[in-house]
Structures are given as structure tokens and as C-alpha cells.
């Protein structure tokens, strides 16, 4: 895994390559990357693996395509950590309840990103509430909160 740290790093190299990225964070297994430009991500993706900073890294870093988590509910979150924290889904259900009361639906997680853990809201105002007050949760556990569209990792 790469620290947190090296992340403006990385994105600093990409960025330097001539992409477009709008936001870069730290996942198991690598870097999580997201492309401003759809065709940024598909020539990225076309390199197959690239070099990075000697500070970041040794050897080349290999590119792949993350794994889209297909949609099952409206209002799905994710937090990502799984494999590291014990009891992860209970502290997402306990964080979910006392954030928006009565509008968590429920979890599940999934076999193509083992790290993982996939919660629904009932609304898209308690999905905000949730979203807002990530950092506190953040603050208060090192998981990573996010929601993701098109996305390309290390």
C-alpha cells in the first residue's frame, strides 16, 4: 500500500503526463484515481503500468481498472477499509443510525472489492447528512468515506 502522503505526489507525476484528474485517495491495494475526462482514463488505462517517483515507489506501478460495484438500491454509500478494521460493519450501521435516524435501509458487500462495505439510506437527504458528517466519522475512525463513478487505481 502507498501512504496517504504520497498522494499529491502521484497526482502531481499523472498530472505532469497531461491528465486531467479530479481527485486521487489512498485504497487498498494502491491509489484510486478519477479522471476529469472520460478519454484521460482510457489512455491511462492504456498504459498498462507506469513509473513513479523513486519516494513513492521502486518498480512500476501496474494500472488496473477498478471493479464496478454494481447498483442494487437508490442512495447507496460506500467505506472502504474492510479487510483493516474489525466490526466495520457495525460501526457503519451505528454511524448511519445516529446520524439520520430511521433511514437506514441496510449493507451488504461484495465479492469483486473485498475491502469494501456497501450501506443504503432511504432518501437522498439522509444520504447528504451522511456524506456531511463523514468527517467526523473520519475523525473518529481511519476508514475512507467516498462515492465514486468512473475510477482507475494503481
Known amino acids: ?32 484515481i478519477t479522471f476529469l475526462l472520460p478519454k484521460d ?3 491511462f488505462m492504456a498504459l498498462g503500468s507506469i513509473n513513479v517517483p523513486s519516494k513513492v515507489l ?8 477498478l471493479k464496478e460495484i ?12 474492510a479487510r483493516d478494521y474489525d466490526e466495520l460493519g457495525s460501526l457503519v450501521e451505528k454511524w448511519a443510525r445516529k446520524t439520520s435516524p430511521g433511514t437506514f435501509i441496510g449493507m451488504r458487500s461484495t465479492d469483486l472489492n473485498t475491502d469494501l462495505v456497501i450501506f443504503s439510506m432511504s432518501t437522498w437527504a439522509a444520504s447528504l447528512a451522511i456524506l456531511k458528517s463523514e468527517a467526523s466519522f ?9 462515492c465514486g463513478t468512473t475510477t482507475t487505481a494503481l
Open 1 to 32: 500500500d502507498i501512504p496517504t502522503k504520497h498522494m499529491p505526489i502521484i497526482r502531481s507525476h499523472i498530472e505532469k503526463m497531461r491528465y486531467k484528474v479530479t481527485s486521487i485517495f489512498p485504497l487498498f491495494g494502491g491509489p484510486q
Open 138 to 146: 473520519r475523525s473518529t475512525s481511519p476508514l475512507l468515506v467516498y
Open 41 to 43: 482514463a482510457d489512455r
Open 58 to 65: 521502486r518498480h512500476l506501478a501496474q494500472v488496473e481498472l
Open 70 to 81: 454494481p447498483v442494487e438500491r437508490p442512495f447507496e454509500l460506500v467505506v472502504a477499509g
